[in-house]
């Protein structure tokens, strides 16, 4: 079966007048700032699926580890009938599910949801040729605000993977469960993958790897606000930064500029300075701890069912009832 057509719930427009609003609030902010989302253009996409292979970058190796171990028993307990994904990407590790909730019978949709159209056209076409019979649906949207437009009924399992729930900060964690679980029925399944707090010298290198790979997805955002709203950033001129936050157990990472700057976004009539050393936050990745996971899950109204790590213990993944 070919995947449907994307169903876009993020309308162009929509798009370009929440980057427009971010990139008022975030530059005009002191200290300055942008949301991680933004990485995400086509460029974006194929410059996180390079990282997701890098020798330093763990938490894709090890989610993959738990998910092939633990597949059949997310098979079992869950015995899915629709399997969501959000912030889904290329869907890569998605595939140990489909493969076990396929094997056991039962599963007929699979949904994607994710900002990226381009990563969203490319997974969904690529599932539906791999799992003849399945029903994929892909849904341009935002998961902090499209958790409505989801399918309804069907014993849904819906996977937030890759530690992707780590980019929101804590109050913004705690309001995405909560919609998440307004989403969703008593009985539905919640399968939550969380990067784990460890020792910094593990977790720094993963997000300021040797090749630069990071440093060029860093700076895509930059390229992404030239291209979207006439800005002039030289991206070449911000040095990138991760920096380990020991208090709120997770990792920054930042553009430093390296030079004073005057930075134009005409489409804005903004007009942005850089002092030398300014540092531009553009992501927050929170590690957690067992469990933290266990206490959001259950302030939002789910239920811990099973939580696995991989051999190594440097990630977990958690499965809570609705
Ligand atoms: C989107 C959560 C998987 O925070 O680790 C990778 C994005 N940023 N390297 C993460 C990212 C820098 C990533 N996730």
Same mark, same amino acid.
């Given at each position: 079966m070919s995947a449907e057509p994307l169903e876009i719930h993020l309308e162009e427009q929509d798009l370009a007048r929440s980057l427009r609003e971010d990139v008022r609030v975030g530059l005009s902010a002191e200290p300055k700032w942008l949301p991680? %989302?933004?990485?995400?253009?086509a460029r974006g996409s194929v410059l996180f699926e390079e990282i997701t292979r #890098?020798?330093?970058?763990y938490p894709t190796r090890s989610e993959r580890a738990v998910l092939a171990a633990r597949a059949p028993d997310i098979a079992e307990l869950t015995r899915a009938k629709t399997l969501i994904e959000l $912030? /889904?990407? /290329? /869907?890569? %590790? +998605?595939r140990l599910l489909l493969d076990a909730l396929t094997d056991r019978g039962g599963l007929g949709t699979f949904v994607a949801l994710d900002v990226s159209a381009s990563a969203l056209r490319g997974s969904t076409a690529r599932i539906a040729a791999d799992y003849p019979g399945l029903r994929v649906r892909g849904i341009v949207g935002d998961f902090t605000r499209h958790l409505d437009r989801l399918p309804a009924g069907g014993r849904r399992l819906v996977l937030f993977l $890759? $530690? +992707?729930? $780590?980019? #929101? #900060?804590p109050a913004e964690r705690a309001e995405f469960l909560g919609r998440t679980r307004a989403a969703l029925e008593s009985g539905d399944w919640l399968l939550i993958g969380t990067d784990l707090v460890k020792d910094p010298s593990v977790i720094v290198p993963a997000y300021d790897d040797t090749a630069g790979v990071t440093a060029e997805f860093n700076r895509n955002v930059l390229r992404v606000v030239n291209r979207e709203l006439g800005a002039d950033f030289v991206p070449e001129a911000f040095t990138h930064v991760a920096r380990w936050d020991a208090t709120n157990e997770w990792i920054e990472m930042r553009l430093r500029a390296d030079r004073p700057m005057r930075v134009r976004v005409p489409e804005l009539d903004l007009a942005v300075t850089f002092a030398q050393g300014e540092e531009l936050r553009t992501e927050v990745s929170a590690k957690f701890r067992p469990e933290g996971v266990a206490a959001e899950l259950a302030a939002a109204g789910f239920a811990g069912r099973a939580f696995w790590t991989d051999p190594d213990g440097l990630f977990g993944v958690t499965l809570a009832r609705a």
């Open positions: 991680p %989302k933004w990485f995400y253009d #890098l020798p330093e970058y $912030g /889904s990407g /290329s /869907s890569e %590790k +998605t $890759g $530690g +992707t729930i $780590g980019n #929101l #900060l």
